[in-house]
């Protein structure tokens, strides 16, 4: 496989996986839950690392995981339990956890294979570098590709088997929980599959961005449909749009892929704002000049 | 103690550099953050912080070095574009705030990143250091930052105590500040102004991503010690000197400890002990305070209990069994007994083995509850012509808050009713 096709594939595999998350989170207005998560997740990988030594491990997606629900945990707790308000509680928390994750590198430098610099946008160029090789000697392609595919698979499934209780306490919790659908848990189990999403991509694209792929292809797709199937399809296809063209723009830049990925999805969103049949402000003024 | 001293004696030049400059700056961030606090506009300082990068990029590439006007103009421009923009989004389409804010904040930065990135392989030596607004060079201050940042923090601190008035009105009542023909717009354009000032200058110590904490988390705590906005304008300021400081102090003993992220775990520490311990705000004393509350109204629900069952037997004093009581009102009973162990240790109820009876005591305390109920539901029905079968609800909350002042003047102003709306004989003192 060559090296375009698998940096492309990849970040097409972790832009889908966040676009599909990022439509449920857009919709319950929990963007900035989406992107404190992505950011406080730091110390979790951290201190998984240091457990299980190795950067590709299931202790990882653990341990990020726990500290996303601690994330969530402390939000909420802050906000009801001490009447903080939730833009300040949501601020104070991840920071005070992303700080954390930065010390814990610096304590540990020598042992950790991780510097801030990757932590912040990553090094999808040189996903593939790092191949699978089987015993045998046969070269199996990029490590990352077989990573972000399965936590693709496992959103996928995850949407699919839950859906109906997804759609219900996002579109309509009083209804949802009245029927006897806890709207908590499902709360929980969406922030616990953004904390292993944002932890399966953090390497490769980095915590801002992976923030950049759970909101703008989501918000680029809420401009143009009102229909929520259609809406993550649209979200799945511009993520995987932003992924070709931004490794394309850096490629020809001499760039970061990923801050051209998340460059991209910008011009997309910014199109879809100006040119949506539905909801763009070019026909909205078409149609108040009819009127 | 020794490294305290002498980190404390600022004889080292370095060691001054780096903690003065800290101070300053978390200090003024802190001033004009409390500001955005107020605002209910943490997130934007985030989202300005992100937003600044591609202008500091596009300053060092239209002026080819790091000449830090053009830097800070180019910041200046990028933060305010970001700010009009997250504007534009939630008011022109059907996006919600916090998605622009998300939205804008991760593209700008991957904007920023591109450019950097592109910067840095262009080859030009001079950009060596751009990468500092990123991750924060606390620790690397020199004396012409420091320079920098005391005419910054002086600027902003000159301009917040002249406008605090404005600013204050506007964060609390816009509508009112608008009525009075004050120049709101104007003001917010300065207020904004201040913070991506601000940020810009606090981002090269701090970095990108913990700048919202240096503006906002010293005010969160401050906000849970006091109610008068100039006492936790102070407090913040203080709080965010100190964290400056202490910052400064662990990255002196330790050098190869990040100033920024100490700073914030710093100040993180002092804002988690008063969300959990200030008096009448923090979630300690909110809890005991409702676990009182709580013991009050189920010490009042049984004494009242007692009361209407002595009602029904015009005696008052007759010894009862528990289970009594709970066929009145439902209570599991090992809580029951408790309550009315409590009630006896008070000397509301006399206890003879299983059997409880009211005191004179408690007698006179369920009196009063009996009567303020009875006088809610007919103030209810008289004067808010509530229906008679929705007033109990609501008297059976008032019954335990309203205080004799205003019992008082419920009394007068019905006329000292004998019976309520069901009926029911309304008691009076030693009536």
């Not at chain 2, 100039?230 to 330790?254: C, H, K, N, Q």
Request: with cysteine.
């Amino acid at each position: 496989m060559s090296n375009d096709l698998s940096i492309i594939l990849t970040a097409s595999l972790v832009s889908a996986s966040c676009a599909l998350l990022g439509c449920f989170l857009i919709l319950r207005k929990m963007a900035m839950v989406g992107d404190a998560i992505s950011h406080a997740v730091l110390p979790g990988i951290v201190i998984a690392f240091l457990i299980s030594g190795s950067r590709d491990s299931f202790t990882m997606l653990l341990g990020a995981g726990i500290i996303g629900m601690f994330t969530t945990f402390l939000i909420e707790f802050f906000h009801k339990k001490a009447r903080l308000q939730t833009d300040a509680s949501i601020g104070v928390t991840f920071t005070w956890l992303f700080a954390i994750g930065v010390v814990l590198i610096s304590l540990f430098a020598g042992k950790v294979d991780l510097d801030q610099d990757c932590v912040l946008y990553g090094e999808i160029a040189y996903v593939p570098l790092d191949v699978i090789i089987t015993q045998g000697g046969i070269n199996m392609g990029p490590k990352a590709l077989y990573v972000s595919g399965i936590i693709l698979i496992v959103n996928l499934l995850f949407i699919f088997l839950a859906y109906r209780k997804l759609f219900l306490t996002t579109f309509d919790p009083a209804f949802a929980s009245a029927i006897g659908i806890s709207t908590t848990l499902w709360h929980y189990a969406i922030m616990g599959a953004v904390s292993m999403t944002t932890v399966a991509s953090f390497e490769s694209v980095g915590a801002i961005l992976v923030v950049a792929l759970l909101i703008a292809p989501a918000a680029t797709a809420y401009l143009i449909t009102d229909n929520f199937k259609m809406m993550l399809t649209l979200a799945c296809l511009f993520g995987a749009l932003s992924s070709m063209g931004g490794y394309y723009l850096a490629v020809w830049l001499d760039g970061s892929i990923a801050g051209a990925i998340a460059s991209v999805s910008g011009v997309l969103f910014a199109l879809a704002m100006a040119l949506s049949p539905t909801h763009g402000l070019f026909f909205k003024k078409i149609k108040t000049v009819a009127h | 103690m020794n490294a305290l001293l002498e980190f404390l004696s600022f004889s080292d030049p370095n060691i001054r550099y780096v903690a003065f400059g800290s101070v300053l700056l978390t200090a003024s961030s802190a001033i004009v953050g409390a500001f955005t606090f107020l605002n209910k506009k943490s997130l934007v300082g985030d989202a300005i912080a992100h937003a600044v990068l591609p202008g500091i990029c596009l300053g060092f590439i239209m002026a080819g070095t790091k000449n830090p006007v053009a830097l800070i103009v180019g910041a200046f421009v990028t933060g305010w574009i970001s700010l009009v923009l997250v504007e534009f989004i939630t008011t022109k389409t059907r996006i919600k705030e916090d998605t622009a804010i998300g939205l804008i904040l991760s593209v700008f930065f991957g904007i920023g990143i591109l450019m950097l990135t592109v910067i840095q392989k262009s080859g030009n030596a001079a950009q060596s250091g751009l990468d500092h607004f990123l991750f924060g060079k606390a620790a690397s201050l020199v004396g012409s930052d420091l320079i920098t940042f005391s005419i910054v923090a002086v600027i902003l601190l000159v301009i917040v105590f002249a406008l605090f008035k404005e600013f204050s009105l506007l964060a609390f009542d816009k509508d009112y500040a608008r009525s009075i023909g004050l120049p709101v717009k104007g003001i917010e354009l300065v207020l904004t102004s201040l913070i991506v000032l601000a940020v810009v200058i606090g981002i090269q110590a701090v970095g990108v991503v913990l700048m919202a904490a240096i503006l906002i988390t010293p005010a969160a705590a401050a906000r849970f010690w006091t109610d008068k906005i100039s006492v936790m304008f102070l407090l913040a300021s203080m709080f965010g000197a100190f964290s400056g400081l202490s910052g400064a102090f662990i990255s002196y003993t330790a050098p190869s400890m990040p100033t920024g992220p100490w700073i914030v775990i710093v100040i993180s520490t002092i804002a988690f002990i008063s969300f959990f311990f200030a008096p009448n705000r923090g979630v300690i004393s909110r809890f005991i305070r409702q676990a009182s509350i709580r013991k009050m109204i189920n010490n009042e629900n049984v004494l009242k209990i007692l009361y209407q069952l002595g009602e029904e037997n015009r005696n008052f004093f007759i010894p009862r069994l528990p289970d009594e009581i709970i066929r009145r009102r439902f209570y599991d009973k090992p809580a029951l007994i408790s309550i009315l162990k409590r009630l006896s240790r008070q000397g509301y109820i006399d206890r003879t083995r299983n059997l409880w009876a009211l005191t004179e005591e408690g007698k006179n305390r369920a009196q009063r509850v009996v009567k303020i109920h009875r006088l809610w539901e007919l103030y209810l029905t008289t004067y808010m012509h509530i229906a008679p079968d929705h007033v109990h609800e609501d008297a059976e909350t008032i019954e335990h808050l309203l205080t004799p002042e205003l019992e008082e003047r419920l009394e007068q102003q019905l006329g000292y009713p004998k019976v309520d709306p069901h009926k029911s004989e309304i008691p009076y003192g030693n009536a």
